[in-house]
């Protein structure tokens, strides 16, 4: 539905009234009360508020990012350098930056793709580039270097079974992160020698 409407709420909002619908036995009416209902538990519930808000933030701090200027001044920087002069160096940006920025992946997701949206169409490059370099850096380094949410969340999945050494435990399964480590690498793999794939190519 999202690809037909070109309208993720509205897919978002009929899914979720669609399972509910199925909950109690293909009711429509009760679906949709039901969806609202739970809709309200979910937004009342105090951990999601404060995901909610945070999120919030991030939208805010990357608009002003964008509407203060400081992405144009940031790119004009970068072009007077003569770091970002050529497609394969304008690609290695925002890698370097979703690399960089491991604190939270949404935080870098939005940063690198802001930053790499302007690179990108200045040299030409697709969006659906942008999107594979960006996505495909920022979470496997947030899964790699466990400074983040992610670690702090895989840290309490397995305390209860290792206790004191869960720490330890948790980052000795780093250097054993296939998809993280091998995603990574293809990254700077394909725009150090300017090659796309797939939607990139026929972007």
């Not at 003569?82 to 992946?105: C, H, K, N, Q, Y």
Request: aromatic share 8%; hydrophobic share 50%.
């Amino acid at each position: 539905m999202a690809a037909l409407w070109r309208n993720v709420y509205v897919a978002l909002g009929l899914g979720l009234i669609a399972s509910e619908t199925l909950i109690v036995g293909g009711n429509p009416v009760l679906g949709s009360l039901m969806s609202a209902e739970r809709s309200v538990q979910v937004l009342t519930d105090a951990g999601n508020a404060r995901v909610l808000v945070f999120c919030l933030l991030i939208g805010a701090l990357i608009v002003f990012m964008r509407e203060s200027g400081g992405v144009d001044a940031t790119v004009g920087l970068l072009d007077r350098k003569g770091l970002t002069s050529t497609p394969r160096r304008a690609g290695l940006a925002p890698a370097i930056a979703g690399t960089l920025i491991f604190v939270e992946t949404n935080v870098s997701l939005l940063s690198s793709g802001v930053l790499g949206r302007r690179l990108f169409d200045t040299h030409g490059l697709s969006r659906e580039r942008l999107a594979y370099v960006i996505d495909s850096t920022s979470a496997p380094v947030s899964a790699l270097i466990l400074l983040n949410g992610w670690g702090a969340y895989v840290l309490t999945l397995v305390q209860p079974y290792y206790g004191e050494e869960s720490l330890g435990v948790v980052a000795g399964t780093v250097m054993w992160n296939a998809y993280a480590l091998l995603t990574l690498a293809g990254v700077f793999l394909t725009v150090t020698l300017n090659r796309t794939f797939g939607p990139m190519r026929t972007a």
